[in-house]
């Protein structure tokens, strides 16, 4: 083997090791999730001082679980196909995961023409869905839930309140026996975290809050913006599949050995 095919060959190696580790972490805690997650969540807890996982469903947290498994697990038996098959110079498995990697771009691509072809009907489900999450914003910080977690946090990054704007949590049996007209996420903050006026939940305004600002418009404003790192992101992504996948394929036909000929061509033309 040459120069280029042995590059080849340890790039793929380094490669498929580094998301062999990362599909085996998933599905360790993706299985972890699923035996035993409150000894995960109270290990968590101590970790993260906003104890996010144990203010989670268990439903949440076993759906969690099963997407960990099913991403680690698919991560973990892919690369481990791409390590063996160049580390051990198997032509079948590399084969095998070229193959694997070009279905993967595939549906990548079918997934972002279906995404621009039903762009509006995928508007309107993604807002009914976000209201639809709305319906459980608990008030009550002893009984917050996933969802009010999940809300709070974004209302406070993207500085909006609710889907379109605040009237969306009417919808919300927990939120409207309190007093407050809109959450304190909503809300104009000091650096501190405490509230710019006390009294914003009950009377929310232009200047002390968001409540005009829907979170949906505010998101995609902000993807907007930061078009050309999405860009570059999914650009970056194809180009290193499809590399992955030309040397998974090159590599193949270089360990192709007919009739006892043990030689493989560089693109030089030299053996």
């Known amino acids: 083997m040459g120069c280029a095919s042995q590059c080849a060959k340890y790039f793929l190696c380094l490669f498929n090791f580094i998301f062999f580790i990362a599909g085996g972490a998933a599905l360790t805690v993706g299985i972890w999730l699923f035996a035993d997650s409150s000894s995960f969540t109270n290990l968590i807890g101590k970790l993260d001082q906003s104890d996010i996982l144990n203010k989670t469903d268990a439903d949440v947290i076993r759906m969690i679980a099963y997407i960990l498994i099913a991403a ?11 390590y063996c098959g160049a580390m051990f110079e198997s032509r079948c ?53 996933t969802v009010t977690v999940a809300w709070d946090g974004i209302m406070t990054q993207f500085h909006c309140c609710g889907v ?13 026996t309190s007093t407050k007209v809109v959450p304190d996420a909503c809300c104009v903050k000091e650096t501190d975290g405490r509230l710019k006026d006390p009294l914003c939940p009950m009377s929310p305004t232009s200047s002390n809050s968001y409540y005009e600002t829907g979170c949906y418009k505010a998101i995609m404003t902000a993807i907007e913006e930061n078009a050309a790192i999405v860009i570059g ?18 590599l193949a036909c270089c360990y192709w050995r007919p009739q006892h000929v043990y030689r493989c061509v560089e693109p030089s033309g030299k053996e």
């Open 72 to 82: 680690g697990a698919l991560t973990f038996i892919v690369s481990f196909l791409g």
């Open 164 to 176: 379109e704007n605040y009237r969306d949590f009417s919808e919300s049996t927990n939120f409207t």
């Open 233 to 250: 992101v999914a650009a970056g992504l194809v180009f290193v599949e499809v590399l992955v996948i030309i040397l998974a394929l090159y």
């Open 93 to 145: 498995l590399l084969c095998v995961y070229g193959i694997l990697i070009l279905l993967v771009l595939v549906l990548e691509c079918v997934a972002v023409g279906l995404a621009f072809g039903y762009k509006g009907d995928a508007e309107k489900g993604t807002q009914n869905f976000l209201k639809q999450t709305i319906k459980y914003y608990a008030t009550n910080a002893d009984k917050a839930e």
